[in-house]
Nanobody
């Protein structure tokens, strides 16, 4: 079993910053791409940022220049530094990771439980 646990969400004012963290635990042979998605009420879940095992990062156009994703493979964590937050960033943020639990199993996608980020104007 693999678990992803997010932390760091909360309420922040327009222009403020938050840092989200996600820790993967359980049976992990190898971590591949890790990322953050978000879902606002009435909207589909969308990719915010993703980082591959070699450190290549991609971002949604709406967050480029404001958000930075990073990972620490020694700790099996992925973080999202969010600056210059806007009300449109309000959503539940979900951690996602592609994990190979053992050498004999293909990589599978796992999700965290989500953490609420609310940006007030």
């Amino acid at each position: 079993q693999v678990q992803l646990v997010e932390s760091g969400g909360g309420l922040v004012q327009l222009g403020g910053s938050l840092r989200l963290s996600c820790a993967a635990s359980g049976t992990i042979f190898r971590l591949y791409a890790m990322g953050w998605f978000r879902q606002a009420p009435g909207h589909q879940r969308e990719l915010v940022a993703q980082i591959t095992s070699d450190g290549t990062a991609v971002y949604a156009d709406s967050v480029k220049g404001r958000f930075t994703i990073s990972r620490d493979d020694a700790k099996n964590t992925v973080s999202l530094q969010m600056n210059s937050l806007k009300p449109d960033d309000t959503a539940v943020y979900y951690c996602n990771a592609d994990v190979r639990p053992t050498p004999w199993v293909l990589p599978q996608g796992y999700w965290g439980q989500g953490t609420q980020v609310t940006v007030s104007s």
